[in-house]
Structure formats: C-alpha cells, structure tokens
C-alpha cells in the first residue's frame, strides 16, 4: 500500500506570493490533517478534512486554507506569504480521526519564504 | 504556551544508557500517542496509550500513561544510535478529536 505523498518535497518563495500544497493518502483513508512544524513552536495543527468537510480548524489566521477533493486528496493554500511561514508542512491521513486511529504521516513540504 | 510540554527538550547520551522523555499537561486526555521523526521525513507513530495507568512495552521501549490520563513517559532501555532521532506526544482531548502534539524531545545516542 503506497504511503500518504506530498507535493512539492520543497519550495522555495518570497514575501507576498501565495503557494499550494498537495496531500496524497492512503487508498482508503477519508481524513486529511495538515500541520505546521517549526523549531520554535514544535507541530502546530492547521486543519482537518474529512469527506470534503473541515470538521477541525487550528488557531491560525485567514491566509491559511485548505481544501478536500472526492478523492480525499487534500490541498493546502497559503496566501501574502510572510517570513514567519517558512516551515515543514506535515499532511496526515487516517481511516477516521479518533483516538484510536493511527495517523500516517507525509514526508513534508518545507517551505521557506524569502 | 503549549497543551503538552515534554522534557527534556534535548538529549544526548552514550549507547547502553537508559534514559526517560515526560509529556505532561494539566488537561486530561482520551488517549495519547508517541512517534518518532527522522530528519527528513514524517513522524512515525510508536505507540497509543488510552487507559489510565497502562504500560506498553515495544521492545526496549516502555509507554506509560499517567493514571489521571495528564501526562505519559517514555523510557529507552539500553539505548542504541539507531534510537535517535526527535521523539512526540500528541494526545487527542476528551472534549474533540483534534490531535495536540508535545513539545518534542531531540535524542542523539553516541556510539
């Protein structure tokens, strides 16, 4: 079973440009969580998708979105990019979430925004 | 600040040390989880702990869920390179299903 891949593995941009995100599950998964991971703030959540719908959202501002296709893969948006979002961005896919279910994590987009 | 703190932030031992990682926080827990990430890569889940008090072992790891279900350890029994790397608790509230993750522990075992 092929494991959850991400899209671009890097990226490189600069201030004000706006970059997408690309989440693939595993065949059969229906959630989708994205996070953020820096050095300073550790793995942060951003949000999660589950049969199109964002059931959970993480404390961060507008320029943040995301979306769900039929498919279950997932996209993440980040609009007027900022210095501070340079970080590796982490997609996670599960059958459901719960506290029960494993989450499986992408390899990362890591981002860095000049 | 965040839900879960873990300690301590770094580690850096020789191999055949054992050694232990907290995760606590104040609030309570369903369940929580441990995972392990590489540089490079995404974390890899370990264990899932989700009665209070209950120990898991997974070779020369034990898990440990605090019986009030606020906090969790994890102890390294005679600790090997191949061991390194950042270790995380996330746990998943009583109240949702968000997971919230620790703080991270960056282990380096010396050969």
């Known amino acids: 079973k092929a494991g959850v891949t991400q899209t671009p593995r890097y990226l490189i941009k600069t201030r004000g440009q706006q970059v997408t995100l690309s989440c693939s599950p595993i065949?059969?998964?229906?959630?989708v969580s994205w996070y953020q991971q820096t050095p300073g703030q550790g793995l942060q959540f951003l949000f999660e998708?589950?049969?199109?719908?964002?059931?959970n959202k993480g404390n961060f501002p507008g320029r943040f979105s995301g979306r769900q296709f039929s498919n279950s893969r997932s996209e993440m948006n980040v609009s007027t990019l900022e210095l501070g979002d340079s970080a590796l961005y982490l997609c996670?896919?599960?059958?459901?979430?719960?506290?029960?279910?494993?989450?499986?994590f992408g390899p990362g987009t890591r981002l860095t925004v000049l | 600040t965040q839900l879960l703190e873990q300690s301590p932030q770094f580690l850096s031992i020789q191999e055949g040390e054992n050694l232990t990682v907290y995760c606590n926080s104040s609030?309570?827990?369903?369940?929580l989880q441990w995972y392990r990430q590489e540089p490079g890569e995404g974390p890899v889940l370990l264990v899932t702990?989700?009665?209070?008090?209950e120990v898991k072992k997974l070779k020369r790891l034990t898990f440990q869920f605090g019986d009030a279900r606020k906090d969790s350890s994890l102890h390294i029994t005679a600790a090997q390179p191949g061991d390194t790397g950042l270790y995380l608790c996330?746990?998943?509230?009583?109240?949702?299903?968000?997971?919230?993750f620790g703080t991270g522990t960056s282990l380096t075992v010396i050969p």
């Open positions: 996670a896919s599960s059958l459901d979430v719960s506290s029960y279910n494993e989450q499986f």
């Open positions: 065949s059969g998964h229906r959630s």
């Open positions: 998708y589950f049969s199109e719908t964002q059931r």
């Open positions: 609030s309570v827990f369903s369940s």
């Open positions: 702990v989700v009665t209070g008090g």
């Open positions: 996330a746990g998943v509230r009583n109240t949702g299903n968000q997971f919230y």
